[in-house]
């Protein structure tokens, strides 16, 4: 979330102090989000997984005006002080997918490295140290290219936000 989905980090910067308008760079964390909106509607599963003070990340989620995706639009959410890796395997037991199944995307270069290293199997996506070509490195990572779509593609991402709203019921 911090510095990745939005410019800042909420809990130092409070939810008027992120980044994401039309200025830069918040633009830029819009862009991204909306590379990932389109993923989403592909089929692949959004999740979030981040260190942070739940009540604060979900405000911003819920409520920010610039923010392009919203609770309904996440399989699964970890936001607390765990370990990333342990949220990463806890996030695919949730969904009942194996961690080879996982990509990370983290702004944070040492955070990724971890990933690397605890859970090999995982994707973790490499990005440029310009937050400018973000969009453009998740839409181009091979982990995502498919050469076709099914109709269940479409809707994979709505039945998991459905199970995961039955689960909390």
């Not at 989000?33 to 911003?60: H, I, T, Y």
């Not at 310009?130 to 969009?135: H, M, N, S």
């Not at 990572?141 to 199970?163: H, I, K, N, T, W």
């Amino acid at each position: 979330l911090d510095n990745t989905l939005w410019g800042g980090v909420i809990g130092e910067d409070g939810l008027d102090g992120i980044q994401l308008d039309d200025g830069l760079p918040g633009a830029f964390h819009q862009e991204l989000q909306r590379a990932l909106q389109d993923l989403s509607d592909r089929g692949v599963l959004l999740a979030v997984c981040s260190k942070n003070n739940p009540e604060d990340a979900l405000e911003a989620i819920s409520t920010h005006p610039g923010m392009l995706l919203r609770e309904k639009d996440f399989a699964a959410l970890r936001i607390n002080w765990q370990e990333k890796a342990r949220n990463l395997e806890e996030i695919a037991a949730e969904l009942n997918i194996g961690v080879d199944a996982l990509a990370f995307l983290d702004d944070n270069p040492v955070e990724r490295q971890n990933i690397r290293l605890r859970l090999p199997e995982a994707t973790v996506l490499e990005l440029p140290e310009d937050v400018a070509g973000w969009a453009a490195a998740v839409r181009e990572a091979p982990a995502f290219q498919r050469l076709e779509l099914s109709s269940e593609d479409g809707r994979r991402a709505e039945m998991y936000v459905q199970q995961r709203e039955r689960k909390q019921l």
